[in-house]
């Protein structure tokens, strides 16, 4: 694939920071002329990655959060969302639906709704050193050249 265009974000994991990364995100990855429908499912993507950082990565305390959107030739947009935060000791058990570290309100669907929206996710994780989400979203109508 093509790199066309790339954007770094690095904010604190403050709840505020939520909206704002999610319209930075799509604002980006609207170069491509992607549907309202697929610019609905990349914001709720890094909407989702975002909380998750704030709540369950950083707790208690605030932290950074890393954002790289790649957009390519062929109608692709790569969103990596990162943080130092504690880590995930289970993936496979913090992907399945209704699973939630924290109890209370959580929903536990966080990973789920991500994957829904997406072509592919890759959650990689190291307790005490942090996690990064990892998602791609091919654009309807995009063909490679």
Do not use: W
């Amino acid at each position: 694939m093509r790199k066309i265009n790339e954007l770094k974000l690095i904010f604190d994991s403050k709840s505020i920071n939520e909206s704002f990364s999610r319209m930075a995100v799509s604002a980006f990855a609207a170069q491509l002329d992607m549907s309202v429908e697929e610019l609905g499912d990349i914001k709720t993507v890094v909407s989702e990655a975002v909380t998750n950082c704030i709540v369950h990565a950083y707790r208690d305390t605030i932290g950074k959060i890393y954002i790289t959107c790649t957009v390519f030739e062929e109608g692709v947009v790569r969103i990596s969302v990162r943080d130092k935060g504690c880590g995930i000791d289970d993936i496979k058990k913090a992907r399945e639906p209704l699973y939630t570290s924290l109890g209370g309100e959580r929903s536990g669907l966080g990973f789920s709704v991500m994957e829904s929206f997406s072509d592919s996710l890759r959650v990689r994780s190291k307790v005490g050193v942090g996690t990064t989400v990892t998602i791609e979203k091919k654009l309807k109508g995009k063909t490679n050249d």
